[in-house]
């Protein structure tokens, strides 16, 4: 039996952009920060007062009487499904259905809402106990569970964590399922809400975050900027999609994933070039017939001259021709929810010929001597995009997409 081609049918996301993917492709197309002073968290001594705050409350349609059982992670991964779920037009309540569909969500983090809520009340608070779901809101299982519970999804269903790196992990792992035939559809994605003082303060030690704004390749970039987020995609079985009338809207191609076995935080050129090279050759493509990629682009030096390296090393003359841009400019890095994030910013990409840009730019870098589309976006035929995710503990995850046939 052949291997299944694998379409995707449905897409959301939450970012610092906008609740959902309307919102957040129309501010990336006009190149809106969304990273923004702190207003809806206590900042207390924090150094760093910038970050990338959801603009408006999500619920994801759960009642308040249920709302004590759901970390904020959880809560943006549910909304992403739930409105995935419904542009993919999917019905779970057919049983042998549900038995089909897979439900795998990456989180770089746990959900440290309700951990950091519980060290208050106890050595702040005094208090002798917390709170009752502290164990079940805050494992980084707990998206792809809800989200299965919810909608009704039996088959597999199980959180990833590899950092960064994860939402991209995730959506490997359902690629894989739904083109071996282990299912039919898979919703995958990832989630992450750093946004919590003990985070940040956390992330403030390693010195790797923005002190006022994330300025991705740019030569005076001094960190990137942490945020809340999620995006989470349907991926289906082509034959499947195509008879039940489903509207594709693209194809996912090819992937590729590997570990740098180096350092703990220092990027490699090596790892991240496998990954690629990888997906490229999963893909069937050439290098030449890439036009769009989405930077991992975190705006720390470090980071960002290593995948300038990594870029020139697979695509060689035609990493000049690349149209490359870092969307975390703009909605900031949400962690093991970035990737989710990132692939919806190909997929509209690929269906509407625009390049989202690169803010904050205003300084070339000698290191970063591409065409990173800069402050403003452009009009270009995309018919293949790659979204790049590299991570701390040298993980790396590349996943390509086409314009629908």
Request: hydrophobic share 40%; proline share 4%; with cysteine.
């Amino acid at each position: 039996m052949s291997a299944a081609k694998v379409a995707i049918t449905g897409m959301g996301c939450t970012t610092a952009l906008g609740n959902n993917v309307d919102e957040t492709w129309s501010a990336m197309k006009d190149g809106v920060c969304g990273i923004r002073p702190f207003e809806q968290i206590e900042t207390y001594d924090l150094k760093i007062g910038i970050g990338g705050e959801i603009p408006k409350p999500v619920t994801a349609g759960v009642p308040d009487r249920y709302m004590s059982a759901f970390d904020r992670f959880t809560l943006l991964a549910m909304e992403s499904a739930r409105q995935a779920i419904e542009q993919a037009g999917l019905d779970f309540s057919d049983v042998d259905f549900a038995n089909r569909s897979a439900c795998i969500i990456g989180a770089g983090n746990c959900g440290w809402e309700i951990v950091e809520s519980g060290y208050r009340r106890c050595f702040v608070d005094g208090a002798k106990r917390i709170h009752v779901m502290a164990v079940p809101r805050s494992m980084s299982s707990a998206p792809a569970s809800q989200i299965s519970m919810w909608h009704g999804i039996k088959g597999p269903v199980y959180g990833v964590t590899s950092a960064c790196a994860s939402a991209n992990h995730a959506i490997v792992a359902g690629y894989q399922a739904v083109k071996s035939g282990e299912a039919d559809v898979a919703v995958v994605g990832g989630t992450d809400a750093p946004l919590i003082w003990g985070v940040l303060k956390a992330w403030e030690a390693l010195r790797v975050l923005a002190p006022e704004v994330c300025r991705p390749f740019s030569a005076n970039r001094r960190g990137l900027a942490l945020a809340d987020g999620a995006g989470v995609v349907v991926l289906e079985n082509a034959e499947h999609a195509k008879a039940r009338g489903a509207n594709i809207l693209c194809e996912m191609i090819g992937t590729g994933i590997t570990a740098d076995a180096g350092d703990l935080v220092n990027p490699t050129v090596d790892g991240p070039s496998r990954a690629l090279e990888h997906c490229l050759r999963s893909a069937r493509l050439s290098p030449q017939d890439v036009d769009y990629i989405n930077a991992h682009g975190t705006g720390t030096k470090a980071n960002d001259a290593t995948e300038t390296k990594v870029i020139r090393q697979v695509f060689g003359s035609h990493a000049d021709e690349l149209a490359i841009s870092s969307t975390k400019s703009m909605h900031g890095h949400a962690l093991g929810g970035s990737g989710g994030i990132e692939l919806v910013a190909c997929i509209k990409a690929i269906q509407e010929g625009i390049i989202p840009p690169t803010v904050n730019y205003d300084e070339p870098d000698p290191e970063c001597d591409l065409d990173v589309t800069p402050n403003v976006a452009k009009k270009r035929n995309v018919d293949v995009a790659v979204s790049n995710s590299f991570a701390f503990g040298g993980t790396n995850a590349v996943v390509a997409v086409r314009k629908a046939s």
